[in-house]
């Protein structure tokens, strides 16, 4: 599926207006260089926020550019700021459920709302829009929502190498890292993979699979425990 321009319609759900559901509001001044955010949720106790919400992106001259609406906007808050029904809180960009960056590469910035935990092991969950030239509108991307929807919280972005970096785990003792280029007008394309394997006591059996010329090459290493964990630091 073309990640940037294949897109044939915008959900419902973007184009729509605050709702009556945002009880609690919340606002980000410069969320990014470009956009200001303000959230608004169903519920809010005991320092966390979840439910139906709504996120507004403003730019910098207070215009609103557009609307995206979560079924379970999650947002950890201090609990010493507890808000109330129609009172505006402020917050920074680390405790906002909005992540906006350039995540296709292509020098625009794009939006990531938080949608629950239905990462791996219940790990945050996003829904990701990425920004239209033609339709001048962020269009939601079902490959980057799925990425940032099956991890360890969303996908890390390394621009130097202009790779999308996610985690995951499987039990106690198996982590995983999947790297993937952005290959434009066609999508996501997977050119890394590590497993960490510490199911054996004393020692990490480390295998990577790499993309070079189209072809995986797989390479296996052992190592002692303590020197790996060491080296890690």
Excluded at 35 to 49: A, F, H, K, M, W
Aim: proline residues 2%.
């Amino acid at each position: 599926m073309n990640l940037l321009n294949t897109y044939k319609h915008l959900s419902a759900f973007v184009l729509l207006g605050p709702l009556c559901f945002g009880q609690y509001q919340f606002e980000v001044k410069n969320a990014s260089k470009n956009y200001d955010v303000i959230i608004q949720v169903e519920n809010c106790s005991d320092g966390r926020c979840s439910g139906k919400g709504t996120v507004e992106l403003f730019d910098h001259k207070n215009t609103k550019v557009q609307t995206f609406a979560s079924d379970d906007l999650v947002l950890e808050i201090d609990q010493a700021g507890q808000p109330k029904p129609g009172k505006m809180i402020q917050l920074t960009n680390k405790q906002n459920s909005v992540i906006i960056n350039d995540f296709n590469f292509d020098g625009t910035d794009d939006v990531a709302v938080r949608n629950g935990n239905m990462g791996n092991y219940s790990a945050a969950s996003y829904d990701v829009y990425v920004f239209n030239s033609t339709r001048m509108a962020f269009v939601k991307s079902k490959e980057l929502t799925d990425l940032a929807s099956s991890s360890l919280d969303i996908f890390d972005v390394d621009v130097k190498r202009k790779r999308l970096v996610s985690y995951g785990k499987s039990g106690c003792c198996d982590i995983f890292t999947t790297e993937y280029a952005v290959i434009p007008n066609k999508g996501l394309d997977k050119v890394f993979e590590k497993e960490e394997d510490m199911n054996t006591e004393g020692q990490v059996k480390v295998i990577t699979r790499e993309k070079i010329n189209n072809k995986w090459i797989t390479k296996t290493k052992v190592y002692p425990a303590d020197q790996y964990n060491r080296n890690k630091k």
